[in-house]
T-cell receptor
Framework: GAVVSQHPSWVICKSGTSVKIECRSLDFQATTMFWYRQFPKQSLMLMATSNEGSKATYEQGVEKDKFLINHASLTLSTLTVTSAHPEDSSFYIC??????????????FGPGTRLTVL | GQNIDQPTEMTATEGAIVQINCTYQTSGFNGLFWYQQHAGEAPTFLSYNVLDGLEEKGRFSSFLSRSKGYSYLLLKELQMKDSASYLCAIMDSNYQLIWGAGTKLIIKP
């Protein structure tokens, strides 16, 4: 089946630094990728929807200047947490949707990236 | 290798009960999650099992057997709004999530 990878798996950084997380679709092309944030035992909170070659669409309350998303190719989207602070510590999950792009198309989820900001 | 299996699609009748199975083989185990996802929406957390047994939460229950690498999600008194995809995910020894492909549940009147 379709595979989505994330890198790094986990990262610890100092407050004020920027962290980049990569999301790759390994065996299919994804015109749409989604970035989620998950708090323990809670639903995934959609942060933004990223479409290849265009600007990401951010959900209400998500700071686009803080969470920079780039979807430069059909297999790679990146999320950069700029000037990270301890409250940004979380589990970040991406998912990718295959090229046909309908809402009913399957989303394939990545394994997540655990960010800890000291 | 790591593998999670769940049925691709199931159909059930409104008011009935349905059981969605999930079997897994993973490197380590730090819990099993069930999520519900309606088309075009983010997955909603349903349950988390880390110990063997049944966890009941309203109309939804989740069961885990670690020795068998098996879980199920039981939905009772089905409602039309329960039509959705149900995702099984395992947190492995590295605290990474391994996702099943999801089971599309269709509820008929």
């Amino acid at each position: 089946g379709a595979v989505v990878s994330q890198h790094p798996s986990w990262v610890i950084c100092k407050s004020g630094t920027s962290v980049k997380i990569e999301c790759r679709s390994l065996d299919f092309q994804a015109t749409t990728m989604f970035w989620y944030r998950q708090f323990p035992k809670q639903s995934l909170m959609l942060m933004a929807t990223s479409n290849e070659g265009s600007k990401a669409t951010y959900e209400q309350g998500v700071e686009k200047d803080k969470f920079l998303i780039n979807h430069a190719s059909l297999t790679l989207s990146t999320l950069t947490v700029t000037s990270a602070h301890p409250e940004d510590s979380s589990f970040y999950i991406c998912s990718a949707r295959a090229e046909s792009g309908g809402d009913t198309d399957t989303q394939y989820f990545g394994p997540g990236t655990r960010l800890t900001v000291l | 290798g790591q593998n999670i299996d769940q049925p691709t699609e199931m159909t059930a009748t409104e008011g009935a009960i349905v059981q969605i199975n999930c079997t897994y083989q993973t490197s380590g185990f730090n819990g099993l999650f069930w999520y519900q996802q309606h088309a075009g929406e983010a997955p909603t957390f349903l349950s988390y099992n880390v110990l063997d047994g049944l966890e009941e939460k309203g109309r939804f229950s989740s069961f885990l057997s670690r020795s068998k690498g098996y879980s199920y999600l039981l939905l009772k008194e089905l409602q039309m709004k329960d039509s959705a995809s149900y995702l099984c995910a395992i947190m492995d020894s590295n605290y990474q999530l391994i996702w099943g492909a999801g089971t599309k549940l269709i509820i008929k009147p």
